[in-house]
């Protein structure tokens, strides 16, 4: 696959990103600006960054996104759902600290999720609810695997290419 084929290598990996949205799908004649370093390599990283962000508005709604401060809101939600998943409800003091995040804020964001039913205080701890079991939850996170996926063989592409030339 040649460099402006980066991210179209095979009709799966079209399809993940088309079924994201015109806007994800590369174009073979576009060639970022020389003067931005690895552009190739960030253009794809920002287009899954973005997809997986897209994917999981979608997956809860408007009403889960309709924050002002949403990224923030869904990485503390991520965090939780990790932290869950491990068997470990966590301290907003800990979810702030590992984060890099104002406690305040931090705070703010969990109430604002209890409130939404996603998040539940257990003592001084916070976990999230099942709330987070949407339907067709298998066939969506095979729509982000596909999109990882698709975005690690055009990188090792473009890695190999790279390579070549040198």
Known sequence: MSLQNAGK?????????TAAGDEFVLL???QPP??????????LLSRLYLGLIRSINDDYGAEFVKQNDSATFRTIGIYLFLRTAMCSP??????AQALKLPRATVLRRLEDMIKQGYVERIGNAYRVTDKVNIPDLQQRLQ???DM???TARALAELRD???SAH
């Open 28 to 30: 073979d004649a576009v």
């Open 9 to 17: 290598s095979s009709p799966t990996d079209a399809s993940t990103w």
């Open 148 to 150: 990882i996926l698709a």
């Open 161 to 163: 290419a790279a390579g």
């Open 90 to 95: 966590v301290r907003a003091s800990t979810v």
């Open 143 to 145: 729509q982000r695997i």
């Open 34 to 43: 020389a003067r931005i370093e690895l552009a190739r390599e960030r253009m």
